[in-house]
């Protein structure tokens, strides 16, 4: 027995071995946590002034895992066109057999009996395959790669798109649970003091016990108001907090922001934009292209695939003439029949290319009535503004009146407290539309998927596509 050729496959299933040892520890150590990741997951310290809406915007998409999640599917869609393009490149393959019979290989002849080969036999093979022709199967598949990848980014446009409009959303609602608790401060401020005047006339005998019962009331129900409106600025708080990875606890405080402009742009100027910049459109158009290579690549499936070889193999077996020898190989490869295989395959892509072209227009009547809706909601909500700027105007200048009204003895306290409660009434609807008309915008902007100022200078999105309307909407 030729003992030493038992060191062949040794060493080969060892360097096996050792290469699938390296794969597994380069994937293990893909999946733990970086250095960068582990700063990422670090909550950031509080910045020592109020943070701007910029600020907030740009903090929150560093911290976002739904922005790190799109990122990472665009990385993995580049390892999916890596993996198309090497359908193009040659495929180099290594094999090798130890082969191992308990007695010989005997062949009986008249003359006699004559061995055939060894117990133990080693054979060896390197072999290089080329790709010459596919019929497009392999252009299509790479197409279909990397109009994913494309897809893929457009999908992470729209995520941070998503995390901007949560992130100004945050920063509202804490500022507009500011600026209740400041009117409820108000509020109860000058109820207290219309509470001591009360006294003060109760003592003197000028009215009734039940001015001053009346006050404490209303007293009472104002600071139940003050509880509820502290509860909403931790709440808002804490949700801001989480969206910019600052410790929940942190006293986070953001800048105030005026009031957005009156709208300038038509309701068919902001659709068409909408058509221009939306990424989910752009998004649906590769998705499209990724189903037309798919039918492209099925109907390629159909038709042989040509390629071209070389091999050089050995063998230790003493029988053999030659050990070795190299061998070149033209190599036509025809899947002639597959049962209905190849049929369901290209009637399966044929219709999800339909499908694709009926979600395409369903996508656009649902971006036009987003559109319609945020356009509407951001007309209604501007113009509320001046309309609760003159509430809250009137609202002071009638509880000045019964403030007066009540020194004279002319009115009850009952009137007076409810003038106060109208104006407290007033002021909070005009706070809730100042800063909820900063969020419709947002809104707007969002189902656009532009900035109005960049709709009204003319500028067009970085990196997305604009133009390329279907003709029923051009």
């Not at 060191?7 to 794969?23: E, H, K, Q, V």
């Not at 994937?27 to 809406?53: C, G, H, N």
């Not at 004559?114 to 598949?141: H, W």
């Amino acid at each position: 027995m030729k003992r030493r050729h038992c060191i062949f496959p040794l060493i080969l299933t060892i360097l096996t071995g050792c290469a699938s040892a390296a794969r597994v520890s380069g994937i293990a150590e893909a999946y733990l946590p970086s250095p960068v990741q582990k700063l990422r997951s670090e909550r950031t310290p509080l910045p020592r002034y109020p943070l701007t809406l910029e600020e907030v915007v740009k903090m929150a998409l560093t911290h976002s895992r739904k922005v790190e999640m799109a990122e990472r599917d665009v990385a993995i869609q580049d390892d999916r066109v890596l993996g198309a393009l090497s359908n193009f490149l040659p495929k180099v393959q290594v094999s090798s057999v130890y082969h191992y019979r308990d007695n010989l290989q005997v062949m009986k002849t008249p003359l006699g009996s004559f061995p055939m080969g060894e117990k133990d036999v080693f054979t060896g093979k390197a072999q290089m395959i080329v790709p010459i022709y596919t019929f497009g199967q392999n252009s299509s598949l790479y197409a279909q790669a990397a109009r994913m990848r494309e897809a893929a980014e457009f999908a992470a446009v729209r995520s941070r798109d998503e995390v901007v409009l949560e992130a100004t959303q945050a920063h509202f609602i804490l500022l507009e649970s500011l600026s209740f608790k400041e009117v409820v401060d108000k509020s109860l401020e000058q109820i207290r003091s219309h509470k001591k005047v009360a006294q003060d006339f109760f003592d003197q005998g000028i009215v009734t016990k039940n001015d001053v019962l009346a006050a404490e009331v209303r007293e009472s129900e104002m600071e139940q108001q003050l509880l509820i409106a502290e509860n909403n600025i931790i709440i808002a708080r804490s949700n801001l907090n989480r969206l910019l990875g600052i410790d929940l606890d942190n006293l986070t405080e953001v800048e105030r922001v005026a009031e957005p402009a009156q709208l300038q742009l038509l309701l068919q100027e902001c659709i068409a934009a909408a058509f221009a910049h939306r990424p989910e459109i752009s998004q649906m158009k590769k998705v499209k292209e990724v189903a037309e290579a798919g039918r492209s690549a099925a109907w390629a499936s159909v038709f042989p695939r040509i390629s071209a070889g070389g091999a050089w193999n050995y063998s230790d077996d003493p029988t053999q003439l030659h050990k070795d020898y190299w061998t070149v190989d033209a190599m036509l490869e025809w899947n002639i029949f597959s049962g209905l295989a190849n049929a369901a395959r290209i009637g399966e892509a044929k219709k999800q290319v339909q499908q694709v072209k009926t979600r395409e227009k369903e996508l656009l009547d649902a971006v036009a009535l987003q559109v319609r809706i945020a356009y509407f909601n951001a007309k209604q909500a501007i113009a509320q503004i001046e309309v609760a700027r003159k509430a809250r105007a009137s609202a002071t200048e009638n509880l000045r009146i019964f403030e007066e009204q009540y020194r004279e003895n002319l009115v009850s306290s009952t009137d007076v407290l409810d003038a106060e409660a109208q104006l407290a009434s007033a002021e909070s609807n005009l706070i809730a539309a100042l800063y909820r008309s900063n969020v419709a915008v947002a809104e707007l902007e969002t189902a656009i998927g532009q900035k109005l100022e960049k709709i009204r200078s003319g500028e067009s999105a970085v990196g997305r596509e604009a133009g390329n309307l279907p003709a029923k909407e051009q």
